[in-house]
């Protein structure tokens, strides 16, 4: 996948938080649907942020991925263009990873590596305060 293109193809030089036409409500209940879904597969609940919790930032929602008792990594939502990562702090077992990537397939979400959204943001978007990375620029808050 050409991931570069697809993280220039929603950069709006205008819009740092959210494209025009987001809807925030729809974007809630499928994140909600997608929770669900998870912690089904996982057999247990899942902790979660999102709505007051996550503001002016370019993501929407948030999923606390339990690894064992005391780590997690995040699975975080984007506002725009239905893209979704991981946190890469803690590394997660190729077991989990391949359960969430099949279910983040299923709810039709674009999964872009966090390796990606490291490199240097090239896009128009000026930001609030200057965007360093393709994951500030998506994935986090600005």
């Known amino acids: 996948m050409d991931y570069i293109?697809?993280?220039?193809?929603?950069d709006d030089p205008q819009r740092w938080d959210y494209p025009e036409g987001f809807d925030y409500d729809a974007a809630?209940?499928?994140?909600?649907d997608f929770v669900d879904a998870l912690s089904d597969a996982l057999g247990q609940a899942l902790k979660t942020e999102s709505g007051s919790c996550i503001q002016d930032a370019s993501f929407h929602s948030q999923i606390y991925l339990p690894l064992d008792k005391q780590r997690f990594a995040l699975i975080v939502f984007s506002n725009f263009g239905d893209m979704v990562t991981f946190s890469e702090d803690e590394p997660i077992p190729v077991d989990l990873k391949e359960t969430v990537m099949n279910l983040l397939k299923r709810h039709e979400y674009v999964y872009v590596p966090?390796?990606?959204l490291e490199r240097p943001y090239t896009g128009k978007n000026p930001g609030v305060t200057g965007i360093r990375d393709w994951w500030t620029r998506y994935f986090d808050w600005v």
């Open 5 to 10: 293109g697809l993280l220039e193809q929603y």
């Open 28 to 32: 809630s209940m499928r994140f909600a």
């Open 114 to 116: 966090s390796s990606v």
